[in-house]
């Protein structure tokens, strides 16, 4: 579903996804995350509200998380995204915060869980050695509704930590 | 819960930006950041017929910081002007206060100019550009005009910028040497828009509180500065009493009551963040 | 020797994919659907004039547009009543699009298929319908009032009445030295899980054959209800849960109306059909619950022990109820936790109002009930001048008791029987972790610094794990490979794991063998769903007894094959061996291979198998008459009850003495749930029941106004809590066994949740010295509350 019928001027937007350059034909209204979901069928980005409070959406917009439901495919122009699937696209290649998060019991559902993996590997990219309260602090803008958050808080000191041994797999991810 | 269609539009330059707002007056909308502006548009309370996205605008993401003021730009993110070293130095408010505005992924995206063209007296940024006196820079189809912020905001959601206007630029005032600022709100999550917020400048000259002021969020309807200077004036800042403040206060503020609150209590709490911030900024 | 995976805390095996975006939730599917949006009632109570659909076709893009005229048969007749009770005297339930009326903002009235939801949005918002308004019916008192009825045939607005007494209540309360009555209320909150609902339907012209996917708590109640609503075989519909993100109850409720349609509507166009509600959708068109007023009588002696206890409550039912009273019904038989009360009566009146309907939410009734009897026993303390823990452990039930039967008919039909559990052992467990002694002495020293602090304690006792039964399924193939199947849903519960550990060690193969299979028609027909707790202890122990057919017939195969005796084998790690001899061994692949006799050779093992391969004894067939091909076999696990877990919370908090914002310090937990299958999988499900549980206590409420406007239909008023809002969560568990399923478990999902709000208003109480009656609580109600109580105390 690259083009949609009907009258809409149509747009062609170039923008970087994970790494690759890829480019999309939308109308000027076609949010970023459904751009992401089903233009490019990346949908390891999840849509929770659509209005910006969930954090489910979060991607990384030249590093920096961002709503992808807050932001129109056309704005992505020329910019570098990074999904959940550029944190780590398989079981095989995962970064340090996605096997945290494995190994904390992080996720239940998992609806949530990549906006909260987008979100702490930036933060973390930022401020590699957090303390618990921090930790609480750098997630407390994603909502989950399974975990209570605890096994989350567990799950970032534990990605700092992987991070720290292995400081090569936290840089794998493209900016 | 998807936008409705609209026209889009990508000016490269200020002159392109006014240009087309003016072809489209009451027909077109700034996009910045878009962080409050998106969410309205899915959820269709408001259908533009275009959008003028100015983040392609090349200029507007300066931060300028002078011996008079800090100079902010239309696309500055507020994460970047919550970052910058030299604007905290010049006005740590800014700073104070931009760490309370919703999550960081919002604060990467949103613009602090933006918060304020949108005029939401539940923003932060409203109130503090009436308490650091700020400048707009607005520009339109009939050329550039500055309006200060004690007459750019005219009521909840709305400004005196016309629809072909454009807000180029915030200048933020920096205050007196000698000024020490708090700013503290209480929302009912942390993140979400405040009950109440308020923010305090207070100048000490010789050891004594020379001047006093303050500015508050959800409280009023219309972001405005209100002077304590009269009753704090010559007291030491440790051991001031702030207690004078409080029907200063009261007669100030205006709030309503919604789902999260009762007037009453907004009442109370402002009363009581007051106190706080003003203990908290003489420290 | 292998590793026991039953009791260890394995690491989830569905995590790997669902880290890395590879997880696939109903919007994930079908890219090229039609997709589709509603048009709800903007009104709370309106007959419906006209519909005009004009400009609506204008929009490019449009496939078609239903309304109930167009639903034929059996779609546009009513939706089923899920779970009738006698009790039930006024039932009522919609339509899947509305027919001449609408009963709560929200309904839906229109359907609209689009290329995309974009245009479906466009179409529906240019659908024009205009309404003659009736007056609504908001809130209980209003519902009780009766002023207006919500629907002309439920007199009064009752949808049922039912009244259950244990003893003599009357004479019980006359003659107890102390009475006290409490007037309490519950307000509405909702499951709220991160994904909305979903159906995304497939009709298949050449094989007559509809795929449906749904993002539901139950894949073979929605199968059987399309297949009836349809008229179609069941045999020819097929139903699939897939990732699910959170249900929480709210989609153990079936048919939605979206799940009728989106069939339906794929079938009539012969093309793939999808709906994924939006959150506002969520809000106003699922399902809500808790809202209750309570009215408790208690009379007691001067020990603070219960001689009667009499309840009378008004549960918010909405507008429809499709799922019976179970919600009504559970508050009234679990309010009595983990107490024996001399004797006991409770009444409750199920009302209708103009707001969305209610079905469980985890807990279910019981955190109504858990406050009910919880606010009764600090009332009791206080009354007496005595330790609330020690009133409390002075009506508790005691092991020696255990079965205790209430006399009371629970919500499956069964009779209200504890099967186990020690409660003076988690009393004294809760009151270790959270230094229950020491307290009176921090509050002394908190008081002196001018804090304000209080403790909280509450009690609760679930029923899990309610039949009717659940099945397990599994095939070994050749190459080893474990195939489970068990045919109710995943939500997050992390199935695939816990089901995994209990076939890997019941079967003797490696955990990395298991491939766990949930929530498809295909797979197991026969299910019932997940809900009540009850996935672990209900599908567990089927897959244990399926495990237990499979490696009978193991051994007995590879008794022949090794020419022993098949009690004389063992597994382990996959491998059969005689026990003392380990040299002679089996594979299970090569078990696998042989329990299937092949004509055909289409890889190296299944060349073992075939006619000309190997020895036989000419005079026995092939396959012997008692036995059927393949290492694979089924059983089902269908209970005589349900289970009783069991949990102690306690809190401590602080509130701001001028602002009234409420802060807690401290959450501790004791949970016993049975023997745990994997003890970090069931500190997650507490952990996030507390979580919703302090949701539910401190910021989540409906706000409806007096017309049945939702007003904070939406995350940014409706408030969750982030982990800025939720506590660190202590625990400690306790493992009374289950006496009555083969694995000893009892259920996990929903106890988190259940006394919170308890707990919390409990420690409120305390810090504030006043009674808590109403909950949530903010901290504006708190400091009105504060304001009323100076009034009085200035009076």
């Known amino acids: 579903m690259t083009a949609l019928p009907g009258t809409e001027q149509l747009h062609d937007v170039t923008l970087t996804v994970n790494g690759v350059q890829r480019q999309i034909t939308v109308p000027a209204r076609r949010l970023l995350s459904d751009a992401l979901r089903h233009d490019l069928q990346l949908t390891g980005t999840h849509v929770g509200c659509e209005h910006g409070v969930c954090g489910s959406c979060t991607v990384l917009v030249d590093g920096q998380p961002m709503r992808s439901c ?27 915060v996605q096997r945290a998060f494995i190994e904390c019991h992080g996720l239940q559902c998992g609806f949530c869980t990549p906006g909260f993996i987008t979100t702490i590997t930036a933060y973390l990219a930022e401020n590699p050695a957090p303390t618990e309260e921090q930790a609480r602090e750098a997630i407390s803008g994603n909502l989950c509704r399974c975990t209570g958050y605890q096994n989350i808080v567990k799950a970032v000191m534990r990605a700092a930590e992987l991070a720290a041994e292995a400081p090569t797999a936290a840089s794998e991810v493209s900016a | ?60 993401d300066q931060i300028e910081v002078t011996e008079q003021h800090i100079r902010v730009g239309a696309t500055v993110r507020h994460s970047a002007l919550e970052r910058d070293g030299a604007a905290y130095a010049a006005i740590p408010l800014l700073r104070q206060a931009l760490e309370c505005v919703a999550h960081p992924a919002i604060r990467n995206r949103g613009t602090t100019v933006g918060s304020i063209a949108h005029a939401d007296a539940a923003g932060e940024m409203p109130a503090v550009a009436a308490l650091t006196e700020a400048v707009m820079e607005v520009v339109g189809p009939r050329g550039r005009r500055e309006v200060a912020a004690g007459d750019f905001f005219e009521g909840a959601l709305e400004t005196v910028l016309d629809a072909e206007e454009l807000l180029e630029a915030v200048r933020f005032g920096r205050f007196p040497e000698g000024t020490r600022t708090a700013f503290i709100e209480s929302a009912r999550r942390q993140g979400d828009y405040a009950l109440a917020g308020v923010a305090v400048a207070l100048t000490v000259i010789d050891g004594v509180l020379d001047r006093v002021r303050a500015s508050y969020v959800s409280v009023t309807d219309v972001p405005g500065v209100l002077e304590l200077t009269e009753a704090l004036r010559g007291q030491e800042p440790a051991g001031a009493d702030w207690s004078a403040v409080d029907d200063l206060v009261q007669a100030h503020i205006a709030p309503e009551a919604d789902i999260h609150a009762t007037a009453d209590y907004r009442r109370m709490l402002a009363g009581e963040l007051t106190r706080r911030a003003l203990t908290e900024a003489a420290r | 020797m292998s590793t026991r995976q039953f009791g260890a805390p394995v690491q989830r095996r569905e995590d790997p994919r669902l880290v890395t975006g590879g997880g696939r939730y109903l919007d994930d599917l079908g890219h090229t659907a039609y997709e589709v949006a509603f048009v709800r009632s903007p009104h709370a109570h309106a007959r419906i004039i006209d519909i005009d659909l004009s400009d609506a076709w204008e929009v490019e893009g449009v496939q078609a547009i ?17 779970i009738p009770h006698p009790a039930l005297i006024a039932p009522r339930v919609g339509y899947a699009l509305a027919k001449d009326e609408v009963n709560h903002v929200g309904e839906a009235i229109a359907m609209v298929v689009a290329t995309n939801r974009y245009l479906a949005e466009d179409a529906a ?49 006359a003659k107890a030295p102390n009475r006290l009555t409490l007037d309490l209320t519950i307000e509405r909150s909702a499951c709220m899980p991160m994904e909305g609902k979903g159906v995304y339907a497939v009709w298949d012209s050449d094989d007559e054959r509809l795929r449906i996917y749904s993002s539901t708590q139950t894949s073979t109640g929605v199968r059987a209800a399309v297949a009836a609503k349809l008229g179609l075989p069941l045999a020819k519909v097929e139903c699939i849960a897939p990732d699910v993100g959170g249900g929480f109850g709210v989609k153990i409720m079936h048919p939605w109306p979206e799940e009728v349609l989106i069939p339906w509507a794929a079938r009539t166009l012969g ?28 009379g007691f002696d001067d020990d603070g022990r219960v001689l009667a206890l009499d309840v009378r409550f008004w549960h918010d039912n909405g507008a429809y109820t499709p799922y019976g009273i179970i919600v009504p019904i559970i508050t009234a038989t679990q309010l009595l936790g983990p107490y024996k009360p001399g004797a006991y009566r409770v009444e409750f009146w199920s009302l209708y109002t103009n707001t969305v309907l209610v079905t469980p939410y985890r807990g279910a009734g019981r955190p109504q009930g858990c406050y009910a009897m919880e606010r009764t026993m600090d009332a009791i303390a206080a009354h007496l001048g005595l330790d609330r823990a020690e009133v409390r452990s002075r009506n508790f039930i005691l092991p020696e008791e255990m079965p205790y039967d209430h006399g009371l008919m629970f919500q499956d039909g069964r009779p209200l029987k504890y099967d186990s559990g020690d409660f003076p052992a988690s009393l004294a467990k809760l009151k270790a972790l959270v230094g229950w002694d020491d307290f009176a002495a921090y509050k002394e020293q908190a008081t002196r610094e001018g804090r304000r602090v209080g403790l909280g304690i509450g009690c609760y006792v679930e029923g899990t794990g309610v039949g009717p039964y659940e099945g397990g399924h599994i095939q070994v193939e050749t190459s080893g490979r474990v195939n489970v199947a068990t045919g109710l849903t995943t939500q997050g519960q992390g199935h695939q794991t816990i089901l995994a550990q209990i076939v890997a060690d019941e079967l003797g193969v490696p955990i990395d063998s ?12 026969y299910a019932v769903g997940t809900f009540a707790s009850r996935g672990a202890v209900m599908s567990g122990n089927a897959v244990a007894l399926a495990a237990r057919v499979v490696r009978a017939k193991a051994l007995r195969i590879a008794a022949e094959a090794l020419e022993v005796s098949a009690e004389d084998l063992e597994i382990e790690d996959g491998i059969i061996r005689v026990k003392g001899a380990p040299d002679t061994a089996l594979a299970l692949a090569t078990v696998a291979v042989l329990s299937n006799p092949l004509r055909y050779a289409f890889d190296e093992s299944a060349r073992a198998a075939t006619q000309f391969a190997g020895t036989f004894d000419p005079d026995k067939p092939p396959i012997a008459d008692d036995e059927e091909p393949g290492l694979e076999g089924q059983d089902f696990y269908s209970p005589t009850q349900a289970t009783f877990a069991n949990g102690m919370h306690a809190a401590i908090v602080e509130t701001d003495p001028v602002t009234a914002e409420i802060r807690i310090l401290r959450y501790c937990v004791i949970h016993d749930c049975g023997i745990m299958v994997n003890p970090m999988i069931v500190e997650g499900q507490v952990h996030g029941g507390v979580a919703q549980g302090v949701g539910g206590a401190l910021y989540e409420r409906m706000a409806y106004d007096e017309s049945g406007q939702l007003m904070n239909a939406s995350f940014m008023d409706f408030l969750m809590p982030y982990a800025s809002e939720v506590p660190h969560i202590e625990t400690d568990h306790l493992e009374t066994p289950s006496p009555l399923n083969p694995l000893g478990i009892k259920g996990a999902g929903e106890a988190g949740t259940i006394p919170v709000t308890a707990v919390i208003a409990s420690a409120i109480e305390d810090a504030e010295g006043f009674p808590i009656r109403s909950m949530p609580i903010s901290p504006t109600q708190l400091w009105e509350l504060r304001q009323q109580h100076a009034r009085e105390d200035a009076r």
């Open chain 1, 70 to 96: 807050l932001m129109f495919a056309v704005s992505a122009q020329g910019h570098a995204i990074t999904t959940v699937e550029g944190c780590g696209d398989s079981p095989e290649r995962m970064g340090p």
């Open chain 2, 1 to 60: 819960m998807k936008p409705g269609p609209f026209a889009y539009h990508s000016p490269t330059s200020v002159e392109q930006t006014v240009a087309t707002l003016g072809e489209l007056g009451h027909d077109g909308k700034v996009l910045a950041g878009g962080q409050s502006l998106i969410p309205i548009l899915s959820m269709r309370l408001a259908k533009p017929a275009h959008l003028v996205d100015i983040n392609r605008v090349v200029g507007l």
């Open chain 3, 66 to 82: 239903y309304l109930h005229e167009d639903l034929p048969d059996r779609v546009g007749e009513s939706l089923p009543l899920l």
């Open chain 3, 125 to 173: 918002a240019r659908i024009t319908v205009t309404f003659s308004s009736l007056p609504s019916v908001v809130g209980l008192e209003n519902s009780r009032a009766a002023t207006h009825l919500v629907h002309e045939e439920a007199a009064g607005n009752i949808s049922a009445h039912l009244l259950q007494e244990v003893g003599n209540v009357t004479a019980a309360m």
């Open chain 3, 271 to 298: 093309h793939p059909v999808k709906w994924t509600e939006d959150r506002r959708e969520h809000f106003i068109s699922s399902s809500h619950e808790r809202g209750q007023l309570q009215e408790v009588e208690v």
């Open chain 3, 514 to 525: 298991v491939h766990v299979t949930t929530g498809d028609t295909r797979r197991m027909a």
